[in-house]
């Protein structure tokens, strides 16, 4: 006898979703030099179109994206978002500012009693719907996404009462009392979001949250374990990257079905070459033979040479890694070219255009 299958969540109604994606990410330079995070290309699409796929899953429609670095390359690319199924409109800050006040910034464009707001390089599996009823069952001024960690000390983290009512927004520390973080997901009642001071950058973690909480509001907190990643460093967008490749990360926007690798149109993979670990091989891009790609995303036009070894590495457009160099946890920039034989290893960062010559330089950041 086989289960009934699950029937599909039921869509989200009566919610709206505000992107931010403003951040200048300059943990991820070079890559952000020439394209904003949530624009990088992240097995196979910009990274923002994974969340989005997320979005539009739940039902929901209309999204207003929260722009300032490089704001116009968004609308360049999913202008009003019809192809996709969605309405997407934009926001420009003139000058950043900062999370809360990127979402006070959109507050005339909001219609919907309930607003999910997104940090914009969030790889997440947490239930939409679910997120939202919870809001609505607690009669919230906010709902934050609250995920468990193995290790929570790298992030404040957010205790909650039996009710799940955030308690505190406690600072990193050695020895946190509780596993869950805030994921970078909230839902917000659309009139919280009007009395956030408007003009100048406010900081939803460090002034508008501790200051509801001291107000007396009702701040809910959602737990669960699913899938996260903040891919705001190169370790993490790589791992996010090959995550989403090998289909552990969820993602309605990937281009072709999981496996190993993804190779874009126009990719060449020589025969006596190995790409695995989720590594995303760009359009036009070229691995030669003998060389080895383990969990690594090269963009469009790279090359790696013959015997080279890539491993937890991003090769920018047009980057060149030259015969038997190894490159483990090494960011490069555009165009930039790897001489033969070079080792560069983890946290190593070559910025665009750079060429360093054949003989075998050695770098490690750490
Ligand atoms: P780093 O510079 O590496 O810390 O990255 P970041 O600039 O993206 O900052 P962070 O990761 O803390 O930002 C979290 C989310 O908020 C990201 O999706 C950013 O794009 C977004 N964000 C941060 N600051 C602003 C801002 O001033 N305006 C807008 N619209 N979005 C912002």
């Given at each position: 006898?086989?289960?009934?299958?699950?029937?599909p969540p039921?869509p989200?109604r009566?919610?709206?979703?505000?992107?931010?994606?403003?951040g200048r990410g300059?943990?991820l330079?070079?890559l952000t030099l020439s394209?904003p995070?949530?624009m990088?290309?992240?097995?196979?699409?910009?990274f923002?179109?994974?969340?989005?796929?997320?979005?539009r899953?739940?039902?929901?429609?209309?999204?207003v994206?929260?722009?300032s670095?490089k704001?116009?390359?968004?609308a360049?690319h999913?202008?009003?978002?019809?192809?996709?199924?969605?309405?997407?409109e934009?926001?420009?800050?003139?000058?950043?500012?900062?999370t809360?006040?990127?979402?006070?910034?959109?507050?005339d464009?909001?219609?919907e009693?309930?607003?999910?707001?997104?940090n914009?390089?969030i790889?997440?599996?947490?239930?939409?719907p679910e997120?939202?009823?919870t809001h609505?069952?607690?009669a919230a001024?906010?709902?934050l996404?609250?995920?468990?960690?193995?290790?929570?000390?790298s992030?404040?983290?957010?205790?909650t009462d039996?009710?799940g009512r955030?308690?505190?927004?406690?600072?990193k520390t050695?020895?946190p009392?509780?596993?869950?973080?805030?994921a970078?997901?909230?839902?917000?009642r659309?009139?919280?979001?009007e009395?956030?001071?408007?003009?100048?950058p406010?900081?939803v973690?460090r002034e508008t949250?501790?200051?509801?909480?001291a107000s007396?509001a009702?701040?809910q907190g959602?737990?669960d374990?699913?899938?996260?990643l903040?891919?705001?460093?190169?370790?993490a967008?790589v791992?996010?990257?090959?995550d989403?490749?090998r289909?552990?990360a969820p993602?309605?926007?990937?281009?072709?079905?999981p496996g190993?690798?993804l190779?874009l149109?126009?990719?060449?993979?020589?025969?006596d070459a190995?790409?695995?670990g989720g590594?995303?091989v760009?359009?036009?891009?070229v691995?030669?033979?003998?060389a080895?790609?383990?969990g690594s995303t090269?963009?469009?036009?790279?090359?790696?040479?013959g015997?080279?070894v890539?491993e937890?590495?991003?090769?920018g457009a047009?980057?060149?890694?030259g015969?038997?160099?190894v490159?483990r946890?090494?960011v490069?920039g555009d165009?930039a070219?790897?001489?033969?034989g070079?080792?560069l290893?983890d946290?190593?960062?070559?910025?665009p255009?750079?060429?360093?010559p054949p003989g075998?330089?050695r770098?490690?950041?750490d």
């Amino acid at each position: 006898m086989t289960a009934d299958p699950q029937p599909p969540p039921a869509p989200v109604r009566g919610a709206e979703a505000v992107v931010l994606v403003g951040g200048r990410g300059v943990r991820l330079r070079p890559l952000t030099l020439s394209a904003p995070k949530p624009m990088l290309p992240t097995a196979g699409v910009p990274f923002l179109s994974h969340l989005l796929s997320r979005i539009r899953a739940a039902g929901i429609e209309h999204v207003v994206l929260g722009t300032s670095y490089k704001s116009e390359v968004f609308a360049e690319h999913f202008g009003d978002g019809a192809d996709l199924g969605l309405e997407i409109e934009y926001v420009v800050e003139d000058e950043p500012l900062d999370t809360a006040g990127a979402i006070r910034n959109v507050a005339d464009r909001l219609r919907e009693p309930d607003v999910l707001v997104f940090n914009g390089d969030i790889l997440c599996g947490v239930d939409l719907p679910e997120l939202v009823r919870t809001h609505r069952d607690a009669a919230a001024d906010v709902t934050l996404h609250l995920v468990r960690v193995a290790d929570p000390r790298s992030f404040g983290c957010v205790p909650t009462d039996a009710d799940g009512r955030v308690t505190a927004f406690l600072e990193k520390t050695d020895d946190p009392p509780v596993d869950q973080i805030n994921a970078g997901c909230y839902v917000f009642r659309r009139e919280v979001i009007e009395d956030i001071p408007a003009g100048r950058p406010v900081s939803v973690e460090r002034e508008t949250f501790p200051g509801l909480l001291a107000s007396g509001a009702r701040l809910q907190g959602y737990v669960d374990e699913s899938y996260w990643l903040d891919l705001g460093t190169p370790a993490a967008f790589v791992r996010g990257s090959a995550d989403l490749v090998r289909g552990i990360a969820p993602s309605d926007a990937l281009p072709g079905a999981p496996g190993e690798s993804l190779l874009l149109p126009g990719a060449r993979v020589d025969a006596d070459a190995v790409v695995d670990g989720g590594s995303t091989v760009g359009a036009g891009s070229v691995v030669e033979a003998g060389a080895a790609v383990h969990g690594s995303t090269l963009f469009d036009a790279a090359r790696v040479a013959g015997e080279a070894v890539v491993e937890r590495s991003v090769l920018g457009a047009g980057a060149e890694v030259g015969a038997g160099a190894v490159l483990r946890g090494a960011v490069i920039g555009d165009g930039a070219r790897i001489g033969a034989g070079c080792e560069l290893l983890d946290g190593a960062r070559v910025w665009p255009g750079v060429e360093l010559p054949p003989g075998g330089v050695r770098f490690s950041a750490d």
